[in-house]
């Protein structure tokens, strides 16, 4: 079995746009993933860890543990062997508390490849790859999160080609979800269900392209 750590926050967790309710694991792109992988005689375990409101390193003053970089290195060893770990943060640092740029949340999501990279895993088991995916522009923020989110649309500017840089320096793969899908106009924030299953399939293309798993 070959596992695949999903490190996100609410648009990975599968929220319904303007409701607390949460998509189906088949109909979350984690989920889209892990069955597109699958076949073949090859086994692939897609692990969630996506917490709703994660900033990557900074905290939420008005709910607990929303910091990214706490607990991350136990994280990987607790999951470990991993073949490969899955990044896609950055939405939450431009909540409306926040007066982060693009620049500030990259430099976040560098913090966490770095943890990941040092993580107390185990003798002989492998440090695992990090692909990090840019989350899609925030778009006009509406329905019940639109104050936590005021501002938004403008500061997440530039945060794929932020993170394309980081990523050059750091040498970890990266993908852009904007070049695929689009934030969920019911909310300017999370994704509809066509969108999971769009990033779903291009991840999982993503994922073999890069040859982190074996074929059986």
């Known amino acids: ?68 970089l706490a607990g991350l290195a136990q994280r990987i060893e607790i999951h470990s062997p991993l073949s490969l770990v899955v990044l896609m943060l950055g939405t939450n640092d431009f909540q409306s508390m926040h007066s982060h740029t693009a620049w500030h949340s990259a430099q976040g999501t560098a913090t966490l490849v770095r943890a990941i990279r040092e993580a107390p895993i185990e003798p002989g088991m492998p440090v695992p790859p990090v692909l990090v995916v840019a989350p899609p522009p925030i778009g006009s923020p509406r329905g019940p999160i639109a104050e936590k989110f005021v501002g938004g649309e403008t500061k997440c500017v530039g945060l794929a080609d932020a993170l394309q840089t980081v990523c050059n320096e750091l040498g970890c793969a990266f993908f852009d979800a904007g070049r695929v899908i689009s934030a969920s106009p019911h909310d300017g924030v999370h994704l509809d269900a066509d969108q999971h299953a769009l990033l779903g399939a291009a991840l999982a293309g993503q994922v073999e392209q890069l040859g982190v798993l074996t074929a059986r």
């Not at 926050?9 to 303007?18: E, F, K």
């Not at 607390?20 to 860890?49: S, T």
Request: glycine share 12%; hydrophobic share 35%.
């Open 1 to 68: 079995m070959q596992q695949i750590l999903v490190y996100a926050d609410s648009l990975s967790w599968g929220i319904v746009p303007t409701t607390r309710r949460r998509l189906d694991f088949d109909h979350r792109w984690p989920g889209v993933m892990e069955n597109a992988l699958n076949g073949g005689g090859r086994r692939v375990r897609v692990i969630e860890d996506c917490l709703n409101g994660r900033r990557t390193v900074w905290d939420d003053p008005f709910k607990p543990g929303r910091n990214g």
